[in-house]
């Protein structure tokens, strides 16, 4: 099945401790990026990639790190967890930049840093 | 920031009826697509529709779009109860590096 694949589904952390959430797809597609969903803000991008080791800032980038290794990982690092990282975290891909692309979107990583 | 509002923020329907949302953008697109989103889940890609097509259909959905009005609607005929969920348009800021750029959504009730 075509999916793109998250984890954790739900991670409770402390502040300052640095954790990683994966994403992985199999459909072989160019283009992955990093949203975050926040009450009252909508669904922000924090990091895209275009391609292999080709990665760069969406619009709240600050306290995350990607890295594109390979074509179907782009997991999200956090270095130092603060508590307003507390969100619900979507990972998506398409298979470029197309007029036609939909995205697929993980089922998300609800995060609680406390 | 949001593409653009979406109408209604809310819509609580019987089963059996039919569901319309209305979304509107600012900037000009190459296509526009819709996105289901279920309580705390990933979301859904339901269709898109590109910026030189007026309508297009996919089971019990019907899009259309209007770009002299940067406005698009979503209709879901004989709505289920399994349609309740938050409806998302979306367009894409290629320039952007692809960003998506959401409406604010839509929350469908579907009552039994």
């Known amino acids: 099945e075509a999916q793109v694949t998250q984890n954790p589904r739900y991670l409770i952390t402390v502040t300052g401790k640095k954790l990683t959430v994966t994403c992985s797809q199999n459909m072989n597609h160019e283009y992955m990026s990093w949203y975050r969903q926040d009450p009252g803000l909508g669904l922000r991008q924090i990091y895209y990639?275009?391609?292999?080791?080709?990665?760069d800032k969406g619009d709240v980038p600050e306290g995350y790190k990607v890295s594109r290794k390979e074509k179907r990982n782009f997991p999200l690092i956090l270095e130092s967890p603060s508590p307003n990282q507390t969100s619900l975290y979507f990972c998506?891909?398409?298979?470029?930049?197309?007029?036609?692309?939909?995205?697929?979107f993980g089922s998300g990583t609800r995060l609680t840093v406390v | 920031s949001q593409q653009g509002e979406e109408d209604p923020q809310a819509l609580s329907i019987q089963e059996g009826e039919n569901a319309t949302m209305n979304c509107s953008y600012k900037?000009?697109?190459?296509?526009l697509q819709w996105y289901r989103q279920n309580s705390g889940r990933g979301l859904v890609h339901l269709i898109l529709i590109r910026s030189n097509e007026r309508e297009k259909h996919s089971g019990r959905l019907r899009v259309t779009l209007d770009t002299s009005k940067k406005s698009s609607s979503l209709l879901i005929t004989a709505s289920r109860a399994a349609d309740t969920a938050s409806y998302f348009c979306?367009?894409?800021?290629?320039?952007?590096?692809?960003?998506?750029?959401f409406g604010q959504g839509t929350e469908l009730s579907v009552k039994p």
């Open positions: 998506a891909s398409s298979p470029g930049q197309g007029v036609s692309y939909g995205y697929t």
């Open positions: 979306a367009t894409v800021s290629y320039n952007q590096g692809g960003k998506l750029i």
């Open positions: 900037t000009s697109i190459n296509n």
């Open positions: 990639s275009m391609n292999v080791e080709v990665t």
